[in-house]
C-alpha cells in the first residue's frame, strides 16, 4: 500500500487511463505491423537469389516455371517496401487519419482532450471514434479495480496487465479476425510466470494443464469440424488464447470460460445482428472476442464469483490432487 486504500485505487485509475490511451495505439498498429511483416518475408521469399533457391521452386520444383517477371517484380516490391518510413508503436507520432494532422500532447490527455474537443480532430473537425476514450475508462476502471482488490503490489499489477492484453486480443479481433502471437505469447508466459511465483493464486501444476487442455480442446474441436465440413471453423490463435486463460485461471476453470464465453458471444452477437440490420450489411465476427470477454469477465468478477454462479462448470474439482 502506498497512502490508502482509496489513494492507491485513484493512483491506478489515473495510471490505467494511460495505458488505455497506449493501448488504443497497440490495437491500431498491430495488426498493420503484421501485415507488413508478412509482406516483407513473402516478397523476400519471391525475389530472385543466387545463394539459396526461391520458394517457388522449392514448392513446385524446376519443372514448374515461376511466371514471367514474378522475381523481378519481387525484386521492385522489396524496394517500396525499404523505402517506407518506420512503422511501429512508437513511430511515427500519431496523426489524425483523415487530414494527417499531427496530434499535439494536450489533444491525447485520456478522455478529457476527447470531452474538451467534442469528439473531434482538432484541425480538420473529423469525428473521432468514441472507442477510443471507451478504451481508456474500461483500462482505467480495470486498473483501479485490480488496485482495489490486490493492492499496489506485484499480483495487482500482474492482473492489470493480464486486463490490458485482453482488451487488445478483443478489439484486435474484433476488428481483422486475428489474435497476434506478439499478444497471445505474453500473455501465456506471464501466467505461467505468475503461478510460478504464487502472485495468480494459481498452483502451477493447474496452470500447466490448464495451458495444455485449453490448447488441445480447441486445437481437437478445430480439427475435427474441418474433417467434418471440409472448412476452418477458427484461427489457431483461439487455441493459444484459451491455452493462456487456463495458465491464469487453472485448468478446472476452462469449461466455465467456455461457458462465459457463449454468454458473452449471444450478447455480443445480438448487438451486431441488431447493428448488421440497421446497417443492411453482415458483420464478420470471431470466437477471439468470447474468449477475451470471458476472461474480463472473470476478473472483473473474480474467480471465486465465477464459481458460485455456474458450479456445475467445475467437474474437475474431483480431480484435484490430479491437476493442482
Not at 501485415?35 to 516483407?40: D, G, I, N, S, V
Not at 521452386?57 to 523481378?72: D, H, I, R, T, Y
Not at 471453423?233 to 476452462?254: N, S, T, V
Not at 472483473?300 to 455456474?310: E, L, R, S, T
Amino acid at each position: 500500500m502506498l497512502v490508502s486504500r482509496e489513494f492507491d485505487t485513484a493512483f491506478a485509475g489515473v495510471l490505467g487511463l494511460l495505458i488505455g490511451s497506449f493501448l488504443n495505439v497497440v490495437i491500431y498498429r498491430t495488426p498493420v505491423m503484421m501485415y507488413r511483416e508478412w509482406l516483407a518475408d513473402a516478397v523476400a521469399n519471391l525475389m530472385s537469389s543466387k545463394d539459396a533457391p526461391s520458394l517457388w521452386s522449392m514448392a513446385f520444383g524446376p519443372k514448374v516455371a515461376a511466371p514471367a517477371g514474378l522475381e523481378a517484380a519481387a525484386d521492385k516490391a522489396a524496394e517500396v517496401i525499404e523505402a517506407q518510413p518506420p512503422f511501429d508503436l512508437t513511430r511515427p507520432a500519431s496523426r489524425c487519419g483523415a487530414c494527417g494532422h499531427k496530434i499535439r500532447w494536450y489533444e491525447n490527455i485520456p478522455v478529457l482532450s476527447y470531452l474538451v474537443l467534442r469528439g473531434r480532430c482538432a484541425a480538420c473537425k473529423t469525428s473521432i471514434s468514441p472507442r477510443y476514450p471507451l478504451v481508456e475508462l474500461v483500462t482505467g476502471a480495470l486498473f483501479a479495480l485490480c488496485a482495489w482488490r490486490f493492492g499496489i503490489t506485484t499480483a495487482g499489477a500482474l492482473w492489470a496487465a493480464f486486463g490490458a492484453l485482453l482488451v487488445c486480443q478483443f478489439l484486435i479481433d474484433f476488428d481483422t479476425q486475428f489474435l497476434p502471437d506478439s499478444l497471445n505469447y505474453p500473455l501465456l508466459w506471464l501466467g505461467l510466470i505468475g503461478a510460478a511465483m504464487g502472485w495468480t493464486g494459481v498452483a502451477l501444476n493447474s496452470a500447466v494443464w490448464g495451458a495444455v487442455f485449453g490448447y488441445l480442446s480447441l486445437w481437437l474441436v478445430y480439427h475435427a469440424f474441418r474433417l467434418v465440413t471440409g472448412k476452418e471453423g477458427m484461427g489457431h490463435g483461439d487455441f493459444k488464447l484459451l491455452a493462456a486463460l487456463g495458465a491464469w485461471l487453472g485448468a478446472d476453470y476452462l469449461i466455465a470460460i467456455i461457458l462465459v464465453s457463449s454468454l458473452v458471444g449471444a450478447v455480443i452477437g445480438i448487438g451486431l445482428r441488431v447493428a448488421g440490420k440497421l446497417a443492411h450489411k453482415d458483420i464478420p465476427i470471431a470466437f477471439g472476442p468470447f474468449l477475451a470477454g470471458a476472461g474480463l469477465v472473470c476478473l472483473v468478477a473474480g474467480p471465486a464469483m465465477v464459481k458460485q454462479w455456474i458450479p456445475f462448470a467445475f467437474p474437475l474439482d474431483a480431480m484435484g490432487a490430479f491437476i493442482r
